[in-house]
């Protein structure tokens, strides 16, 4: 049986962990970095690694692949397609998956109302709307490249969290009423990513979040009980210090379904709340 392939643009927190899962079953993994440091970083944990722009797509695949877009747009659109659009289209007979990493942030504000997969798209940041953008230029190129867009919720997992972010210095519980957030650990990220490549659906978009959307304070609060420590101080939205992008997230207000993964993938939450989430991820701590 022929070795299976993923090959990753861009090699992060949520990448790091389907390539590490599939590495587990054999797969060969590969992926782009931007720096020979990060070349080498990347051989060190036995990923192959090429450098940014990927000099012959052709020869990085000699066979079939399965391929991860993690890479996010920026002011002049996709860099994955921008850079390797003409090849990509070429090689796509090669291509037996692609996964595109997108963001919930493309439904916009729904001030606390439920969206799916079928919601119009209607960003309401400079964020979303190149998302948005990413997305369509993605699937523009299906069915002739299997694309599948992943619209993930604010994803956590083991040393990225609300557990760190109790504990740092300037912890804040930023209260803003009836404001709530989704979101996803990596291992579920990667659980939706294998099961859509066991039954792929070119053109298919899905949201990737798990089933308890809820206010932001109440994860901290949990986070903080689990750890022993008294929950940081709480703050009103409207004077709290936050950075530009951070404040941009609370203008984003909604509830995402998420049917989908459950019905067309078959996908079973290993978390399907952040209190299963966190309590794996303190015992991942030790």
């Known amino acids: 049986m022929a070795e299976k392939t993923l090959f990753c643009f861009g090699y992060g927190f949520s990448a790091r962990r389907l390539g590490a899962r599939l590495k587990a079953k054999g797969w060969r993994i590969a992926a782009t970095a931007r720096s020979p440091e990060k070349a080498e970083a990347l051989r060190a944990e036995g990923v192959e690694a090429h450098l940014w722009p990927v000099a012959s797509l052709a020869e990085a695949w000699p066979g079939e692949v399965h391929v991860l877009i993690s890479a996010a747009p920026g002011e002049d659109g996709d ?3 921008a850079q390797h659009r003409e090849e990509i289209t070429a090689l796509a007979d090669r291509i037996a998956w692609l996964g595109y990493l997108s963001t919930t942030a493309v439904y916009g504000n729904r001030d606390g109302g439920e969206v799916d ?4 798209l209607k960003p309401a940041s400079k964020r979303g709307a190149r998302r948005v953008e990413a997305e369509a230029a993605w699937l523009s190129l299906a069915p002739a490249v299997p694309v599948h867009v992943f619209r993930l919720a604010g994803i956590y997992g083991p040393g990225r969290g609300p557990l760190e972010k109790v504990r740092a210095p300037d912890a804040k519980r930023v209260i803003k009423p ?3 957030f989704g979101r996803i650990h990596i291992e579920d990220i990667a659980n ?4 859509s490549m066991a039954r792929p659906n070119p053109g298919a978009a899905y949201n990737v979040t798990d089933d308890l959307t809820c206010p932001p304070q109440e994860v901290l609060d949990h986070a903080a009980t689990l750890l022993g420590i008294p929950p940081p101080p709480a703050v009103d939205f409207e004077t709290a210090e936050m950075s530009a ?3 941009s997230f609370y203008g984003e207000n909604k509830r995402v379904l998420n049917d989908r993964i459950k019905d067309e993938l078959g996908v079973r939450l290993t978390y399907p709340t952040y209190r299963e989430g966190l309590k794996a991820d303190l015992e991942a701590m030790g």
């Open 192 to 195: 939706t990513c294998i099961a």
């Open 79 to 81: 860099p994955v397609l």
């Open 178 to 180: 009836g404001q709530v």
């Open 117 to 120: 997969e079928t919601s119009d």
């Open 245 to 247: 992008m951070a404040r």
